[in-house]
């Protein structure tokens, strides 16, 4: 465009001519046209002198591509953009990925509008979303919640006693008289405890408890529903282990300490810290089968006071006070979070999960991996998962049936990509293992968008 511009300046000229109108041009980039006054096209040549280059120096942006195509067929900005960015939307590497998966998902069958994802920066700005502000079921998610909850009631060092009491007295091989079991909350009390406790019981040169077995409500054996269940289990495993202890009376719950009681024995547990490990992936044998690892969530929810107490944690937590430095688009309020009636099964939107893993990182001294597993690393759940190497994350899924019987799933997955990017994906559709395939593969194609600037 220079040359037109000088061919009517004098040829001594010419040369200090062009360097302002260069200078302007390149300003054109930055600036927008300020006078009100409609610029020539790009391709048309400007006569110097004109009332229009002395008015307007500066020629207009260029025109912005057309928009990627919408699965929902709404032409414009796609419905998942995040909408304080709407102006630059298609600028922005993460809306291919973005659309690609969306159009991916609503193929094999999935519903658009039950599709949450969110991803972020570690400074809390907001890269993409898609329905940010709907809650929607987190399936075992929600042991993040619990574990963000235990994590602030009691700290990361805290440690569960399980007390052993008795009333009675030692007469011969026989324990004359009650034995009280007092929990404080231990989620991981398993039944190889069990057994350490009948050693301990026959080095006291204990051989039958003559009297009744009573448990108070804050113990709970791993994997049994309640304290009367974990206590009747107790006394199986008491009786038919390698070294048995007969028990001849009954088994009940009482809701305080008898008095006149002393110690026979204390089991102290690992950290907190070490047990949320165990809850939220690590593979460990002993969670296999009877949906333990949900025992265990349900123990320390029973000790924190259940349900209704979590979600009026999460409302001041991450309503009352959300992260300051985080995105305001999103800033979770008080809809984002519920308890669905009937199932009462948590449902959370994504940039309240968002707060949520924010919150996490902080109790966790800037490392989530003391509580969660790492991608490529031990034998965790997400060993059937191919995400990044190096990404730590929540796995979870929840089977949703219609009234026809046809099964739908959701696949829920939380955590942070090598890179630092931060995400939570909340997914719809009926193939699960192409859900997990999906997901894989979108936070894979995220990771490459920073690839270039990492090397």
């Not at 930055?30 to 391709?43: D, F, Q, S």
């Not at 990017?421 to 990771?447: E, I």
Request: glycine letters at 10%.
């Amino acid at each position: 465009m220079l040359l037109p511009i000088l061919q009517g300046l004098p040829p001594r000229r010419s040369l200090w001519a062009g360097i302002p109108l260069a200078c302007s041009l390149a300003l054109g980039a930055c600036w927008t046209n300020r006078t009100g006054v409609e610029a020539p096209p790009p391709t048309q040549a400007v006569q110097a002198g004109s009332p229009t280059s002395a008015q307007n120096p500066f020629p207009p942006i260029p025109t912005p591509p057309p928009p990627l195509p919408s699965p929902t067929g709404t032409p414009g900005v796609p419905p998942w953009w995040p909408r304080s960015q709407a102006q630059v939307w298609e600028y922005s590497p993460y809306a291919v990925v973005l659309s690609g998966f969306l159009q991916g998902l609503a193929a094999q069958g999935g519903s658009l509008s039950q599709q949450g994802i969110l991803l972020w920066t570690p400074e809390g700005d907001l890269l993409a979303e898609h329905l940010l502000d709907q809650p929607l079921p987190v399936g075992a998610l929600d042991q993040l919640a619990i574990s963000l909850m235990a994590l602030e009631t009691w700290g990361y060092d805290h440690r569960f006693e399980t007390q052993f009491l008795t009333t009675g007295r030692l007469v011969e091989n026989r324990l004359v008289g009650d034995l009280i079991v007092v929990g404080s909350g231990d989620p991981y009390f398993k039944e190889a405890d069990v057994q350490a406790l009948a050693r301990h019981l026959r080095n006291y040169d204990i051989r039958q408890i003559d009297g009744d077995v009573k448990v108070l409500p804050s113990f709970r054996l791993l994997g049994q529903p309640d304290p009367l269940a974990s206590g009747r289990r107790l006394v199986t495993l008491l009786q038919e282990g390698d070294q048995p202890i007969a028990v001849t009376g009954a088994v009940s719950t009482v809701q305080q300490v008898p008095s006149g009681t002393h110690t026979l024995a204390v089991y102290t547990s690992m950290r907190l810290g070490s047990l949320l490990q165990i809850l939220n992936g690590n593979d460990d044998p002993a969670l296999q089968g009877a949906e333990h690892p949900r025992a265990m969530a349900e123990t320390l929810l029973a000790q924190l006071g259940g349900k209704a107490a979590l979600l009026e944690y999460l409302q001041n937590r991450l309503v009352a006070h959300p992260v300051s430095y985080m995105d305001a688009a999103m800033t979770p309020e008080a809809g984002d979070i519920r308890l669905e009636q009937g199932s009462q099964e948590l449902h959370l939107s994504p940039r309240a999960l968002a707060h949520l893993w924010e919150y996490l990182i902080d109790f966790t001294g800037g490392d989530p991996t003391r509580i969660l597993p790492m991608a490529g690393i031990g034998h965790s759940t997400l060993r059937v998962r191919t995400l990044p190497l190096g990404t730590f994350a929540q796995v979870g899924f929840v089977v949703d049936r219609t009234p026809h019987g046809a099964e739908h799933h959701r696949l829920m997955v939380m955590g942070q990509l090598p890179d630092g990017t931060h995400f939570v994906l909340l997914n719809h559709g009926p193939d699960l293992d192409l859900l997990r395939q999906q997901q894989d593969q979108f936070l894979h194609d995220v990771l490459a968008i920073n690839e270039p600037s990492r090397h």
